[in-house]
């Protein structure tokens, strides 16, 4: 069993900045991709960003040139690094881990959310 926890949320004003941090903890795993993914309210579960174990990354439109993505697979713990912050950045945050179950195979596992509040 893998558990994530994230951390780094909190209340920014705008234009602010803000770092999460998505720790991996178990035994015996082995993580594919890792990546952000957000919900504000009303509104489904978006991907934000995504990070393969080569370092690959794939962003959300909405965040590119503002949001950063890195890992560090001897943690097992991926980070996104967020920038110019803006209202429509207000979203419970979470952290999704594709664990490696097979060949070309993953299970996911998402962390509890961590809300990001971007006001003045």
């Known amino acids: 069993q893998v558990q994530l926890v994230e951390s780094g949320g909190g209340l920014v004003q705008p234009g602010g900045s803000l770092r999460l941090s998505c720790a991996a903890s178990?035994?015996?795993?082995?993580?594919?991709?890792m990546g952000w993914y957000r919900q504000a309210p009303g509104k489904q579960r978006e991907l934000v960003a995504v990070v393969t174990s080569v370092g690959n990354t794939n962003y959300a439109d909405s965040v590119k040139g503002r949001f950063t993505i890195s890992r560090d697979n001897a943690k097992n713990t991926a980070y996104l690094q967020m920038s110019s912050l803006k209202p429509e950045d207000t979203a419970v945050y979470y952290c999704?881990?594709?664990?490696?179950?097979?060949?070309?195979?993953?299970?996911?596992?998402w962390g509890q959310g961590t809300q990001v509040t971007v006001s003045s």
């Open positions: 999704n881990a594709g664990v490696v179950v097979g060949p070309g195979r993953f299970d996911d596992y």
């Open positions: 178990g035994s015996g795993f082995t993580i594919n991709h």
